[in-house]
């Protein structure tokens, strides 16, 4: 960006300083009251924002966004026109023009749209109450991408670019090569990367998710016609394949459950695993657990909750039944479960499986690299506790039992938890042999 977003005396302005400097207001305006660091109470410094819990703070951040993307779209088309920088008096009559009205802005450019399209994502996923932080990262890692591919090819996205097959086989190859650390822009400007490239499959299809979010958003907007291309090159050049998954036996989890670490990070990362191998427990449900969603039912403690990531949606609640162990786990960590960060506790996690030597076989994934086999310690993760719970209850519990512990309203999203590489059982085709 060119431009950037700072605080004048409460009112927010865009910065701008070359050729003198510019300070044009956003209209956004907030309380000058700071802290004990002096700084401002109701600013985010951190994403240059105001606070989300201050008043019409929704409305103030998408008027900060949208002038900070005409002001940058100004400058970079300026740049392209001219080859220079725009002097700051001119940048700010432009603005001053646009927002009198006296001048169009161009609605032209990827990035501009993007930016707004992003906006209401982050506020349907983010400011709205109940609502899931995790699901937003997937936009802001988007533009990241875009930004790269701009500066690595020198161009600047316009949305009849990318509203073509051609446009998305490029996109595509691009997003399977390998990115250099850094480049130097047209403009003698150091570039530094900020993905690596070399996508897989799964990543390639995220990107691609988003996209075709954008694009209806651009079809809603009356800027593009049609976006059946799109969906279609997504569900004939995009595939992904099945993950190759391991998970816990009962026997495994019971194993795992009686080994001791001498560390207690080690045993409680061990604990906090092995608890949502019981109980289907996904990472953000570990970090909201409240032991007041315990209650009595039929003789057995049962977990009640909605999950984050369905809140939005189909709002189901999961009833959960806690085992035996369950409980017990529960009890020796004090009912605590958040006790380390998700990356904190996937690296003790790592570690600790690997010093058992309880999942040392080689399995059939491979590094992309090396080609070399994945032993079954470097596949576990927290995420395949849910896994391990889904695979050990298929079998055994009815289907429409078994998705309302998991919130599951949809068959084909809970068989994407399924380790398909257990045995099968050949007994169960024993109940043709019974004649009653």
Same mark, same amino acid.
């Given at each position: 960006?060119?431009?950037?977003? +700072?605080?004048?005396?409460?009112?927010?302005?865009?910065? &701008?300083?070359?050729?003198?400097?510019?300070?044009?207001?956003?209209?956004?305006?907030?309380?000058?009251?700071?802290?004990?660091? @002096?700084?401002?109470?109701?600013? #985010?410094?951190?994403? *240059?924002?105001?606070?989300?819990?201050?008043?019409?703070?929704?409305?103030?951040?998408?008027? /900060?966004?949208?002038?900070?993307? @005409?002001? *940058?779209?100004?400058?970079?088309?300026?740049?392209?026109?001219?080859?220079?920088?725009?002097?700051?008096?001119?940048?700010? =009559?432009?603005?001053?023009?646009?927002?009198?009205?006296? +001048?169009?802005?161009?609605?032209?450019?990827?990035?501009?749209?993007?930016?707004?399209?992003?906006?209401?994502?982050?506020?349907?996923?983010?400011?709205?109450?109940?609502?899931?932080?995790?699901?937003?990262?997937?936009?802001?890692?988007?533009?990241?991408? /875009?930004? #790269?591919?701009?500066?690595?090819?020198?161009?600047?996205? !316009?949305?009849?670019?990318?509203?073509?097959?051609?446009?998305?086989?490029?996109?595509?190859?691009?997003?399977?090569?390998?990115?250099? !650390?850094?480049?130097?822009?047209?403009?003698?400007?150091?570039?530094?990367?900020?993905?690596?490239?070399?996508?897989?499959?799964?990543?390639?299809?995220?990107?691609?998710?988003?996209?075709?979010?954008?694009?209806? &958003?651009? @079809?809603?907007?009356?800027? /593009?016609?049609? *976006?059946?291309?799109?969906?279609?090159? @997504?569900?004939?050049?995009?595939?992904?394949?099945?993950?190759?998954?391991?998970?816990?036996?009962?026997?495994?989890?019971?194993?795992? &459950?009686?080994?001791?670490?001498?560390?207690?990070?080690?045993?409680?990362?061990?604990?906090?695993?092995?608890?949502?191998?019981?109980?289907?427990?996904?990472?953000?449900?570990?970090?909201?657990?409240?032991?007041?969603?315990?209650? *009595?039912?039929?003789?057995?403690?049962?977990?009640?909750?909605?999950?984050?990531?369905?809140?939005?949606?189909?709002?189901?609640?999961?009833? +959960?039944?806690?085992?035996?162990?369950?409980?017990?786990?529960?009890? !020796?960590?004090?009912?605590?479960?958040?006790?380390?960060?998700?990356?904190?506790?996937?690296?003790?996690?790592?570690?600790?499986? =690997?010093?058992?030597?309880?999942?040392?076989?080689?399995?059939?994934?491979?590094?992309?690299?090396?080609?070399?086999?994945?032993?079954?310690?470097?596949?576990?993760?927290?995420?395949?506790?849910?896994?391990?719970?889904?695979?050990?209850?298929?079998?055994?519990?009815?289907?429409?039992?078994?998705?309302?512990?998991?919130?599951?309203?949809?068959?084909?999203?809970?068989?994407?938890? +399924?380790? #398909?590489?257990?045995?099968?059982?050949?007994?169960?085709?024993?109940?043709?042999?019974?004649?009653?």
């Amino acid at each position: 960006m060119y431009c950037k977003v +700072i605080v004048n005396n409460g009112s927010v302005v865009i910065y &701008y300083g070359v050729g003198g400097i510019m300070r044009f207001p956003t209209g956004a305006k907030i309380s000058k009251i700071k802290d004990k660091q @002096k700084k401002l109470k109701q600013w #985010d410094y951190k994403n *240059d924002r105001v606070n989300s819990d201050v008043e019409n703070s929704a409305k103030m951040n998408k008027a /900060i966004a949208d002038w900070l993307t @005409k002001a *940058d779209n100004i400058v970079s088309q300026y740049l392209i026109d001219y080859g220079i920088n725009i002097p700051a008096p001119e940048l700010k =009559k432009i603005l001053s023009d646009i927002k009198q009205g006296k +001048i169009q802005e161009k609605s032209e450019f990827f990035m501009s749209n993007y930016l707004e399209f992003q906006e209401r994502k982050r506020i349907q996923l983010v400011e709205r109450e109940n609502k899931s932080n995790e699901s937003f990262k997937t936009y802001p890692t988007f533009k990241n991408t /875009i930004e #790269d591919f701009q500066a690595e090819n020198d161009v600047k996205l !316009k949305i009849s670019d990318v509203t073509n097959k051609d446009w998305l086989d490029l996109f595509h190859s691009w997003l399977v090569k390998a990115r250099p !650390k850094q480049i130097t822009l047209s403009n003698g400007e150091i570039y530094k990367f900020k993905s690596i490239g070399k996508l897989k499959p799964g990543s390639v299809d995220k990107r691609f998710e988003v996209l075709t979010g954008f694009f209806s &958003y651009l @079809k809603e907007k009356g800027l /593009i016609r049609e *976006d059946d291309f799109l969906r279609s090159y @997504k569900r004939t050049e995009i595939t992904v394949t099945s993950k190759i998954k391991t998970t816990l036996s009962i026997n495994e989890i019971h194993k795992l &459950y009686n080994h001791k670490f001498e560390k207690e990070a080690k045993e409680k990362v061990k604990l906090i695993f092995l608890f949502a191998c019981l109980t289907g427990f996904r990472w953000k449900d570990i970090e909201e657990f409240n032991k007041n969603f315990i209650s *009595d039912f039929k003789g057995r403690k049962v977990y009640k909750h909605i999950a984050s990531k369905t809140r939005n949606s189909t709002g189901k609640i999961a009833t +959960i039944p806690l085992s035996n162990l369950a409980i017990d786990i529960l009890e !020796k960590l004090n009912y605590k479960l958040k006790l380390y960060s998700n990356g904190y506790t996937n690296l003790v996690l790592h570690d600790l499986l =690997k010093e058992t030597n309880f999942f040392d076989e080689l399995t059939r994934s491979a590094d992309t690299d090396t080609g070399k086999l994945h032993k079954r310690y470097e596949l576990l993760s927290m995420h395949r506790g849910r896994d391990t719970f889904i695979t050990n209850l298929i079998n055994i519990v009815p289907l429409h039992e078994l998705m309302s512990y998991t919130s599951h309203e949809k068959l084909s999203t809970l068989q994407k938890y +399924i380790d #398909d590489s257990r045995d099968i059982n050949p007994e169960y085709v024993t109940i043709f042999d019974k004649n009653e």
